[in-house]
């Protein structure tokens, strides 16, 4: 070390990423498209997440007389990271 001062340089990080679809088919009868309406693979822009939640709510109704079948997904990452270095003090 020198005896140069030395100063500590700490880096905290977080990246998160939330997305909500909602997917909607209406047809005249019940139950007559049962597919998944949802893409099933999607890139997160998050590159090896901590966290990685996928929810998905599936819904049924009638409106107008149609009946409609709703699929809503909810998604959220998040990844941290901490970096802590100790360089010369800069003059």
């Given at each position: 070390m020198d005896g140069e001062p030395?100063?500590?340089?700490?880096?905290?990080?977080?990246?998160?990423?939330?997305?909500?679809e909602t997917v909607s088919v209406t047809n005249d009868q019940p139950n007559a498209d049962q597919r998944v309406l949802q893409q099933t693979e999607k890139l997160s822009p998050i590159v090896n997440p901590q966290t990685h939640d996928v929810h998905t709510i599936v819904g049924n109704k009638i409106v107008d007389g149609k009946y409609v079948h709703t699929e809503k997904q909810e998604e959220q990452a998040m990844k941290e990271a901490y970096k802590e270095t100790i360089e010369p003090m800069k003059h």
């Open positions: 030395q100063r500590k340089i700490s880096v905290y990080s977080k990246d998160t990423y939330n997305r909500v």
